[in-house]
């Protein structure tokens, strides 16, 4: 039984041509019916700086809910350290404008140092990220990247399983995870994995649809808008709602033909699919109660 709807829609600015200015990556999201805006700090300054864009951000009337910051898990030691300094200036403005979260990607495997860095230095590394975000009212999610043929066995942190282990280990109550429904799928997730995740558990949810075909062939090159691929978008959506998340669920693709569009007819496109598949998630309820 599914509890309720989502809360609205957001758009990752990467959906829109790359070479579209972070004001009117804004104001297409804005035009098209988006509540929610998913950008990086930098990108959400630039923003500012514009009037109309700021306007719309400053009154409300849509959203900088989560975006990144300038920081790797995977630099070097100094290099990390002098970038979380930086970082947090990034958190303080994201969180003046009310954005709630930001993400750090995990790396995909693990043989004893992954990407040069060993794991108990990437859980240090974390929970001084999450200490940092705790100080300014952000969580952290770690998003885990579910793409290549050695999924799942040989990649410790490629799956929703070995991202809510690290979680785990590092033991912050602001630590929580990025749930993208394209990498649940390529790392072969199953609906049943989504209930491992606790109530409590921070989280944010990226909306995108895969094509047909063997999944451990595809890269990140091959989303599609929610609703033009295989994945069971439904199911998904039903267990994020089974375990009480309320949104918002952001679209995030890359797409050529997207970017191909006007940013405006790019955003447009992409409300109306995620919409598509928010409508249809509340058919079975409505049918159950008929």
Do not use: C
Request: glycine fraction near 10%; hydrophobic fraction near 40%.
């Amino acid at each position: 039984m599914m509890e309720g709807k989502f809360v609205e829609l957001s758009l990752n600015r990467a959906v829109l041509n790359p070479q579209a200015s972070a004001a009117r990556v804004v104001r297409s999201a804005h035009g098209a019916g988006f509540r929610y805006i998913e950008m990086s700090a930098h990108r959400l300054k630039q923003a500012t700086e514009n009037r109309e864009a700021r306007s719309l951000l400053r009154s409300g009337e849509i959203l900088p809910v989560h975006g990144g910051w300038s920081l790797r898990l995977n630099w070097e030691r100094k290099r990390f350290t002098e970038g979380l300094a930086a970082a947090e200036g990034e958190m303080a403005f994201a969180a003046q404008w009310g954005s709630r979260s930001g993400a750090l990607i995990l790396p995909q495997s693990f043989s004893g140092a992954p990407d040069g860095i060993s794991e108990e230095d990437l859980l240090d590394r974390i929970g001084r990220t999450a200490d940092v975000a705790r100080r300014n009212g952000l969580a952290l999610v770690l998003e885990y990247i579910g793409i290549g043929e050695a999924q799942p066995k040989a990649m410790a942190y490629g799956t929703l399983a070995g991202a809510l282990r690290v979680v785990r280990l590092v033991g912050r109550s602001n630590v929580g995870v990025l749930l993208d429904s394209y990498h649940w799928y390529t790392s072969d997730g199953a609906i049943g994995d989504i209930a491992l995740i606790s109530r409590d558990t921070p989280l944010f949810v990226h909306l995108n649809d895969a094509p047909a075909g063997d999944p451990r062939r595809l890269d990140d090159t091959m989303r599609e808008l929610p609703g033009s691929g295989v994945i069971d978008l439904l199911g998904f959506l039903g267990a994020l709602s089974d375990i009480g998340y309320q949104g918002p669920v952001s679209i995030e693709l890359k797409h050529p033909s997207l970017h191909a569009m006007a940013p405006e007819s790019a955003a447009e496109e992409a409300y109306r699919a995620g919409m598509r598949v928010l409508t249809d998630m509340q058919t079975p309820r409505q049918s159950e109660t008929a």
